[in-house]
Nanobody, 124 residues
């Protein structure tokens, strides 16, 4: 299963972008969908996640109150609305799907389906 990430681009600091992750071929109701990001020379890190059933969300401290993750039932798609972007948000963003338990939600190893990544560049 290949997730389909889109919506990246170049934006000035303080601007906004919305990323989307389409999830074809997955019985999504039992999954959690997450966004991770990887900046050049750094490890891939957790950004946000949402449980499809119930909609509970979690965020990394670095994006809290700036980013919002949501799900769109009709298109089986998860969005990441990113506001007040900072240069340090520059990275390749990946969406992923899995069935983590609460304690593993932020771990890459808890997710087994991944998208191809979309580049987000924030200029100062």
């Amino acid at each position: 299963v290949q997730l389909l990430a889109s919506g990246g681009g170049l934006v000035q600091a303080g601007g906004s972008l919305r990323l989307s992750c389409a999830l074809p071929g997955i019985t999504i109701t039992t999954y959690t969908v997450a966004w991770f990001r990887q900046a050049a020379g750094k490890e891939r890190e957790f950004v946000a996640s949402i449980r499809w059933s119930g909609g509970s969300a979690r965020y990394a401290d670095s994006v809290m109150h700036r980013f919002t993750i949501s799900r769109e039932y009709a298109k089986t798609t998860v969005h990441l609305q990113m506001n007040s972007l900072k240069p340090e948000d520059t990275a390749v963003y990946y969406c992923a799907a899995g069935r983590p338990i609460t304690s593993t939600t932020m771990l890459r190893s808890a997710y087994y389906y991944w998208g191809q990544g979309t580049q987000v560049t924030v200029s100062s």
